[in-house]
């Protein structure tokens, strides 16, 4: 089997328990903006960029706010809300244990920057050096390929030489679109796509990257 050389991690519902947070955040704004968010939200938008999201709203239930009103509304809610911010522990672990032993490591999101490092900081994972990947740091957002392209590139490695951790069918889709071997963490509330295995454990992922070092 191919040599792993590096990990690059997705952020929210894989790292970090965000999803239902920014769920929320979403359904607010659009309840100030005099919309009826849909009992369905999350499967709805889960996995989308912030742009895609905002498209999505206005061409859906027509919303008349411009992106940047929007996007601070967005982030009122959810800054609000972030003490409630959490990693996941299992992930959270084996990203430590892959840091101890010298595996090289990214986070790449759809999220934007200001939400990229409010969730890490609650996870405990800011650290100098950090290689991360917004949703403003690409043109493209996920299901593109960019931002994975962009961290092997800024760790050093080829694409054959990483895998990627994902939870949704939108980062499953960038992941394989960049040529990268794709899993699934075991919380994910998605169904993998074909060529995406979901995880028994985190554990076992851990034996499984350093076997093929």
Not at 111 to 117: E, G, N, P, T
Not at 185 to 211: I, K, N, Y
Request: proline share 4%; net charge negative; hydrophobic share 45%.
């Amino acid at each position: 089997m191919t040599m792993i050389k590096a990990v690059l991690w997705d952020m929210d519902g894989t790292l970090v328990d965000s999803e239902d947070i920014a769920v929320d955040a979403l359904g607010l704004a659009m309840k100030e903006a005099g919309l009826t968010p849909p009992a369905d939200l999350k499967d709805r938008v889960v996995g989308r960029s912030s742009d895609e999201i905002y498209n999505y709203v206005v061409e859906t239930f027509g919303l008349r706010t411009n992106p940047t009103d929007w996007e601070r509304r967005k982030h009122h809610f959810y800054f609000r809300a972030a003490g409630a911010l959490r990693g996941y522990d299992d992930a959270v672990l084996t990203w430590r244990r892959f840091d101890a032993a010298g595996i090289r490591q990214a986070v790449i999101s759809n999220s934007d920057r200001a939400i990229m490092d409010v969730n890490l900081r609650a996870a405990g994972l800011v650290r100098p050096g950090l290689v991360t990947v917004a949703r403003n740091d690409v043109l493209h957002g996920k299901p593109h390929p960019e931002g994975y392209l962009r961290a092997a590139y800024l760790l050093g490695v080829t694409p054959r030489e990483c895998v990627i951790v994902e939870d949704s069918v939108s980062g499953a889709a960038a992941a394989q679109a960049a040529g990268i071997e794709t899993v699934f963490v075991p919380h994910s509330h998605s169904t993998a796509p074909q060529g995406v295995r979901t995880l028994s454990s985190m554990r076992v992922f851990e034996d499984e990257v350093l076997a093929r070092r």
